[in-house]
């Protein structure tokens, strides 16, 4: 499936999360952590996105954990 940036939303108004992963990609010698992000509806063909915001990273993962913003979004998701 296609990925685009987060940023892509900007201007895309209300949308509904519903997952939400953790992801560390190492580039060069440091290590960038990005959240990955489907949303439920679809804009312009894509339904998953990336950020590495920091701001945006905090409210889904704390020093690697989810908070419970991520937790909330997994339980509301009907079992596979």
């Known amino acids: 499936m296609v990925e685009a940036s987060l940023s892509k939303l900007d201007d895309k108004?209300?949308?509904t999360i519903v997952k939400v992963e953790n992801v560390e990609r190492k580039v060069g010698k440091g290590?960038?952590?990005e959240v990955n992000i489907e949303t439920e509806e679809e804009?312009?063909?894509v339904k998953k996105f990336y950020t590495s915001r920091k701001m945006i990273v905090a409210k889904f993962y704390d020093n690697g954990k989810p908070t419970q913003n991520t937790i909330d979004i997994a339980m509301a998701q009907?079992?596979?």
Do not use: Q, S
């Open 13 to 15: 108004g209300v949308f």
């Open 31 to 33: 290590t960038i952590i």
């Open 78 to 80: 009907p079992a596979a």
């Open 43 to 45: 804009f312009d063909g």
